[in-house]
């Protein structure tokens, strides 16, 4: 769930953990301090990239919880972009390829929106009861 409060809190406090400056961190990460600075001060939104790059560069070792606090999901995209034209092969339902190839062949922006649906599609999938119609 994308949180960009906490997302700016979080990235605030493992630069301060690491002791790292504005500037140090964006020498570090290739992120401009003063982006960074509007990161913490939740005036702007990073890119997937971004993220990734503070992430590396304050040694996250587990970089799935800032991702998702920026509202992105990189476990799925990870596995998605890992398919190649051969393993669409090994699905055997025909909707479910194409959804690959399309997903593999959208524009980053779409794909971020493809993942959001999916993880809010799966969010109501756990949260239903044994009970309940789907």
């Given at each position: ?8 809190i979080r990235i605030r406090d493992l630069r301060k953990m690491n ?116």
């Open positions: 769930m994308k949180d960009m409060v906490q997302f700016g002791n790292y400056s504005l500037r140090e961190l964006g020498e570090r990460s290739g992120v401009s301090y003063s982006f960074i600075n509007s990161i913490e001060n939740n005036r702007f939104n990073p890119s997937r990239e971004t993220v990734i790059a503070l992430a590396d560069a304050l040694r996250i070792a587990e970089k799935d919880e800032l991702l998702l606090l920026a509202g992105f999901a990189p476990t799925e995209e990870e596995s998605l972009d890992s398919l190649s034209g051969d393993g669409l092969d090994e699905v055997d339902d025909p909707d479910v390829s194409l959804f690959f190839k399309d997903f593999k062949n959208a524009p980053k922006e779409r794909r971020d929106e493809m993942l959001r649906f999916w993880n809010f599609i799966k969010e109501q999938q756990q949260n239903r009861t044994p009970d309940s119609q789907q």
